[in-house]
Nanobody
C-alpha cells in the first residue's frame, strides 16, 4: 500500500521556523520526484517546492530563500525546512510523489499537515 505521511505542522509565530517531514512507503522512493504543495484557506493548490531524483531543487518565488527542501533516500523521507515564516504561509501542506514509467504516470498524495503562522 502506498502511503505518504506528513508531520511537523503546527502553530508558530511570524518569523519562526518549522520542519515538515513526509515519510513514504509502498513504492521505490528514489525513483520519484517529490514536491510540497500547499492550500491556504479559501484558495487553490499552490506548488511550493520540489526535489527530483537527481537531488535538484526548485522553489516558488514566494518561498525562495526561506524554505529548503531535502530528501533522505535511506529513510524514504522528504523534508521542508521553513524559516522566517509569514502569516501568508498559513496553509495545509501536502506531500506529492510523481513518476512516469512505461508510459504511465504515478501520482501520490499525503493527507496534509496544517501550518498556522500567527501571533
Amino acid at each position: 500500500e502506498v502511503q505518504l505521511v506528513e508531520s511537523g505542522g503546527g502553530l508558530v509565530q511570524p518569523g519562526g521556523s518549522l520542519r515538515l517531514s513526509c515519510a513514504a512507503s509502498g513504492f521505490t522512493f528514489g525513483n520519484y520526484d517529490m514536491s510540497w504543495v500547499r492550500q491556504a484557506p479559501g484558495k487553490g493548490l499552490e506548488w511550493v517546492s520540489g526535489i527530483n531524483t537527481s537531488g535538484g531543487t526548485v522553489y516558488a518565488d514566494s518561498v525562495k530563500g526561506r524554505f529548503t527542501i531535502s530528501g533522505d533516500n535511506a529513510k524514504n523521507t522528504v523534508y521542508l525546512q521553513m524559516n522566517s515564516l509569514k502569516p501568508e504561509d498559513t496553509a495545509v501542506y501536502y506531500c506529492n510523489a510523481k513518476a512516469q514509467f512505461m508510459g504511465s504516470t504515478y501520482d501520490y498524495w499525503g493527507q496534509g499537515t496544517q501550518v498556522t503562522v500567527s501571533s
